[in-house]
Nanobody, 124 residues
Framework: QVQLVESGGGSVQAGGSLRLSCVAS????????MAWFRQAPGKEREGVAG????????YYVDSVKGRFTISQDSAKNTVYLQMNSLKPEDTATYYC?????????????????WGQGTQVTVSS
């Protein structure tokens, strides 16, 4: 079992920055990919960024490329999401997720473990 705890959400003005953190505990070495998803009210959960634990290969949804950076600190079992140049459309609850299987990285159904979510609100 893997437990994921997110932090770092908040309210910022457009153009601002936030850094989200996700600390993993438990059977962490069973996971091969960790990702950040977001969900706005009335919308489906969307994959924002993913990172393979071993290779550190990263993936991003087109709407955040060049603005968001996913990274990991293996010693701390922590994955980060640095969000710069935030826009009002980035407003959502952001979730950290981990999985042991294989599938397209942005497929939420392929993830075994989820955090509780952290709210990000960007005002114009």
């Amino acid at each position: 079992q893997v437990q994921l705890v997110e932090s770092g959400g908040g309210s910022v003005q457009a153009g601002g920055s936030l850094r989200l953190s996700c600390v993993a505990s438990g059977y962490t070495y069973s996971s091969n990919l960790m990702a950040w998803f977001r969900q706005a009210p009335g919308k489906e959960r969307e994959g924002v960024a993913g990172i393979y634990i071993i290779s550190s290969r990263t993936y991003y949804v087109d709407s955040v490329k060049g603005r968001f950076t996913i990274s990991q600190d293996s010693a701390k079992n922590t994955v980060y999401l640095q969000m710069n140049s935030l826009k009002p459309e980035d407003t959502a609850t952001y979730y950290c997720a981990a999985r042991t299987g294989t599938a397209l990285w942005y497929s939420p159904g392929s993830y075994n473990y989820w955090g509780q979510g952290t709210q990000v609100t960007v005002s114009s």
